[in-house]
């Protein structure tokens, strides 16, 4: 167990659907990172966020957003979902920029 | 632009053998850290070793063995005396104002 816990693990859901993904960090690590990691595009970033702000966006589709709550956990939000945003999303955390990442176990994420 | 090449796709070797991944990095910046990850077939990612861009000195941990060379952008991984266990897919990645940016990964298959 790596302290990052994300659920749920495995989400089936139709074209068109919303989908949220959630991500406990490490205790004590402030930032939270997430990734996509699909068939043709490998792992990419999508966003960050340190202490309930966003600190960085990477690859993120208009689609897709995240929030960080002030527990520290966070979500990220998937809608109007097409075929190819089926992949494994990663969430980590670490306790500040410069330091160590944490990977949870990532949700796999079909879409039908 | 920042980059990680991880030429190498799919790597076979029988038990036993050593095997060396590479990784070549491209970077501007003065200060970075490179990361080695592990994806077993269960798909978490499980890291490996950090290493920052000022300490060139080799590293071994058990098995396994880090050749960082600055002069090269290399940061190559060797596992000594493979087992059946170290099939996975490797991922080096660079650390970029926060974010990581992972190589492709190269798929490792040890046959007994």
């Known amino acids: 167990d790596s302290g990052v816990t994300q659920t749920p693990k495995h989400l089936i859901t139709a074209t068109g659907q919303r989908v949220t993904l959630r991500c406990s960090p490490r205790s004590g690590d402030l930032s939270v990172y997430w990734y996509q990691q699909s068939l043709d595009q490998g792992l990419q970033f999508l966003i960050q966020y340190y202490n309930g702000e966003e600190r960085a966006k990477g690859n993120i589709l208009e689609r897709f957003s995240a929030q960080q709550f002030p527990d520290l956990h966070s979500e990220l939000n998937l809608s109007s979902l097409e075929l190819g945003d089926s992949a494994l999303y990663f969430c980590?955390?670490?306790?500040?920029?410069?330091?160590?990442?944490?990977f949870g176990s990532g949700t796999r994420l079909t879409v039908v | 632009a920042q980059k990680v090449t991880q030429a190498q796709t799919e790597i076979s070797v029988v038990e036993k053998e050593d095997v060396t991944l590479d990784c070549v990095y491209e970077t501007r910046d003065t200060t970075y850290y490179l990361f080695w990850y592990k994806q077993p077939p269960s798909g978490e990612l499980v890291f490996l070793i950090r290493r920052n861009s000022f300490d060139e000195q080799n590293e071994i941990s058990g098995r396994y063995s880090w050749n960082f060379q600055k002069s090269t952008s290399s940061f190559n991984f060797t596992i000594t005396a493979s087992q059946v266990v170290d099939s996975a897919v490797y991922f080096c990645a660079l650390r970029n104002t926060g974010k990581l940016i992972f190589g492709q990964g190269t798929t490792l298959q040890v046959k007994p």
């Open positions: 980590a955390s670490s306790v500040g920029s410069d330091y160590g990442y944490t």
